[in-house]
């Protein structure tokens, strides 16, 4: 059984930056493509950014050239560096965990509780 437990979530200024932690047990990291998802209220949980096990990287158009997502396979661990945030990025964000896609959620097996990242204005 995957275990996700992220870290990092917060209040923060328009402008500003956080770095999302994710540290995954119980499967095998090196293998798995990882990802964080967001939901804000009221809305559906939509994709941020994917990480590949080769280490290739999607992310949502929304974020693009602001978020970055890494990995630590020693860790276990994959990042979220969120720079030049506003306040559309408040919600909840997700650490996941798939051995398959990472775009369809539906199809995700492993999922972290959530941290809440608030950007106020």
């Known amino acids: 059984q995957v275990q996700l437990v992220e870290s990092g979530g917060g209040l923060v200024q328009t402008g500003g930056s956080l770095r999302l932690s994710c540290a995954a047990s119980?499967?095998?990291?090196?293998?798995?493509?990882m990802g964080w998802y967001r939901q804000a209220p009221g809305k559906q949980r939509d994709l941020v950014a994917g990480?590949?096990?080769?280490?290739?990287?999607l992310y949502a158009d929304s974020v693009k050239g602001r978020f970055t997502i890494s990995r630590d396979v020693a860790k276990n661990t994959v990042y979220l560096q969120m720079n030049s945030l506003k306040p559309e990025d408040t919600a909840v964000y997700y650490c996941?965990?798939?051995?398959?896609?990472?775009?369809?959620?539906?199809?995700?097996?492993?999922w972290g509780k959530g941290t809440l990242v608030t950007v106020s204005s």
């Open positions: 996941a965990f798939t051995y398959g896609s990472i775009r369809y959620s539906d199809g995700i097996p492993y």
């Open positions: 119980g499967g095998t990291f090196r293998l798995a493509v």
């Open positions: 990480i590949m096990s080769g280490g290739g990287t």
